[in-house]
């Protein structure tokens, strides 16, 4: 079946590491997106990918990196310059404009 | 810059209609979407409208008005597991083919 993965569903990092979180998709969709959720802060959107090999900063890229490399792959890196990182992370592919996004399951990250 | 508004909390029975309001402002507006998101879970895709008129899909209904920024998300028939955060989301021309979300409506439906 096809869809959007991202692993793990949890995870937990000391403070000062650097992680990466894991968004593949088989959908053979163009357009890539990471969304940081925080209690009561709705969706952020932290960068996003029209086309492979090229990316855009969303509202809040501060402390935060991605690459894409392939078209089903679209990791973020979550930095140690990102202050407050723990928060669920969401990856979000779209077939098309005139069509939604379809969600990865999330990553819960939290930093201790 | 965007700007969506939603109540935070709403509360109805089971059986009953109600009706979640967004406004938003934006300088490109080029669709809005409704999705709903179980505590924990990802967001599902509800509905998408980008001309004005109500969208009907079972239900839910969505209505837009582009002139007034306005949309509201219509539920009918409440049933328990309807209990959810529902949240409107914008898309925006200078953000490309993103979304742009509101905070989320908490809907809490009892018996």
């Known amino acids: 079946d096809g869809g959007i993965t991202q692993s793990p569903k949890y995870l937990f990092r000391k403070e000062g590491q650097n992680v990466t979180l894991s968004c593949e998709q088989n959908?053979?969709?163009?357009?890539m997106y990471w969304y940081r959720q925080d209690p009561g802060q709705g969706l952020r959107l932290i960068y996003y990918?029209?086309?492979?090999?090229?990316?855009q900063k969303g509202d809040i890229a501060e402390g935060y990196s991605v690459s894409r490399e392939k078209k089903e792959s679209f990791p973020l890196t979550v930095t140690s310059a990102q202050k407050n990182p723990t928060a669920f992370y969401l990856c979000a592919s779209l077939p098309g404009l005139g069509y939604g996004y379809t969600f990865g399951s999330g990553t819960r990250l939290t930093v201790v | 810059g965007q700007n969506i508004d939603q109540p935070t909390e709403m509360t109805a029975t089971e059986g009953a209609i109600v009706q979640i309001n967004c406004t938003y402002q934006t300088s490109g507006f080029n669709g809005l979407f409704w999705y709903q998101q179980h505590a924990g879970e990802a967001p599902t895709f509800l509905s998408y409208?980008?001309?004005?008129g109500l969208e009907e899909k079972g239900r839910f209904s969505s209505f837009l008005s582009r002139s007034k920024g306005y949309s509201y998300l219509l539920l009918k028939e409440l049933q328990m597991k309807d209990s959810a955060s529902y949240l409107c989301a914008v898309r925006d021309n200078q953000a490309g083919t993103a979304l742009i979300f509101g905070k989320g409506t908490t809907l809490s439906v009892s018996s």
């Open positions: 959908l053979n969709h163009d357009a």
């Open positions: 409208n980008v001309l004005d």
């Open positions: 990918s029209q086309i492979v090999n090229d990316f």
